[in-house]
């Protein structure tokens, strides 16, 4: 395959991840803020004095519940918050790895192929080689774009931090009333402020302010060692894809009708079980990335706050257990599947699609030369 091959899988990759991207998007930001919602499952008494009031464990609420209560508290826009950056992001994501996958791709059947020619091997790319493939384009795409994402999360946990930082305010308040005894009218006058604070506006220019203000310039690339160590997730995922795929080409080849090109369904579903896979396995790393990468005084309290990866790690075991690692699964599982099954499925109908327009182009010059 040319670099012109590579250049089509990152087109027709940026427009599959694009249309994925807003058909899931509410779903998305209801797990985001799943993830990132800090409750402790138990507190000693010796924690509640260094770290504040215990809280008690909020009872789970469905994916459905959350999402009508984010409708009816912020409006439809509620669902979409940070859609703008993250479509360009996705763009610029899907883009850049699937260019970069097929660059390398491309370099790997050529190994595969001088080996055969000298002997050792078949010609075809092993499982071994497409996790490299799929590891260096993740890489390169996690440096290049965790930016982008780091605004994005903080766009869809912006009106859950507003929240908490409104009723930490309120308990500080009713603090002092039990301490003191009786609610003075300037405490009244607050409190009442309080209860019709309403969360500012927000957007993407106001959260790179945020973010550089808090931490500058490395602000950014937040939450970057798990999301590096996540590349291994479409490793997973492309090593599933690519090897089920291949095995149902060559069956579909050897049929009697031997149509080379799978089913636009055989590759929906083939793209929702390397994606299932690849979710289940990866999980913990991404919540503790949503965590390094939202609002990080979430409550005014030292235990919801992380300096890097491995304070996150220490204090969610600490806090929440292993249970605050698998927040917001399920959510996750059914978007992203689904996600990945329609970005598959597009990608390769825009593939197919460009192939067979490139042929006819060719038979078209052939003819009007001859």
Request: glycine share 10%; proline share 4%; aromatic share 8%.
């Amino acid at each position: 395959m040319s670099k012109s091959d590579a250049v089509a899988n990152g087109l027709a990759g940026a427009g599959g991840g694009i249309i994925a991207q807003i058909i899931t998007y509410p779903l998305q930001t209801v797990n985001t803020r799943q993830q990132t919602e800090r409750l402790a499952k138990k507190k000693r008494k010796d924690d509640e004095g260094l770290h504040g009031d215990s809280h008690p464990q909020r009872p789970a609420t469905g994916t459905l519940f959350q999402v009508l209560q984010v409708i009816k508290a912020e409006g439809w826009g509620g669902l979409y918050s940070g859609l703008k950056p993250s479509l360009f992001g996705t763009a610029a994501s899907q883009g850049i790895y699937y260019y970069f996958y097929q660059v390398f791709k491309n370099k790997a059947e050529a190994i595969a192929a001088a080996h055969k020619a000298k002997g050792r091997g078949d010609g075809t790319v092993g499982m071994f080689s497409w996790l490299v493939v799929a590891a260096l384009a993740g890489s390169l795409n996690v440096l290049l774009t965790n930016p982008i994402w780091v605004l994005v999360t903080r766009m869809q946990t912006h009106t859950q931090a507003e929240r908490k930082i409104v009723e930490g305010k309120k308990e500080a308040l009713l603090r002092e009333v039990s301490e003191g005894g009786s609610i003075s009218p300037s405490v009244q006058v607050k409190l009442a402020e309080l209860d019709t604070t309403k969360p500012r506006p927000y957007g993407t220019l106001h959260a790179a302010h945020e973010v550089y203000n808090e931490a500058g310039i490395t602000g950014f690339w937040k939450g970057i060692i798990p999301t590096l160590i996540m590349v291994c997730n479409p490793s997973i995922q492309f090593m599933i894809y690519e090897t089920s795929l291949k095995h149902l080409r060559a069956r579909r080849s050897a049929s009697k009708r031997g149509y080379k090109y799978p089913t636009a369904l055989q590759v929906f579903l083939l793209g929702a079980l390397a994606k299932l896979g690849a979710t289940v396995s990866t999980y913990p790393l991404l919540v503790v990335k949503s965590r390094l990468q939202a609002k990080q005084e979430i409550g005014g309290n030292t235990s919801m706050r992380y300096s890097g990866t491995l304070d996150a790690i220490i204090k969610m075991i600490r806090y929440e257990g292993l249970p605050g690692f698998y927040k917001g699964m399920s959510t996750k599982i059914v978007q992203s599947v689904f996600a990945a099954s329609v970005l598959f499925m597009v990608k390769e109908e825009l593939v197919k699609a460009y192939t067979a327009l490139v042929d006819k182009s060719k038979k078209v010059i052939l003819n009007l030369s001859n």
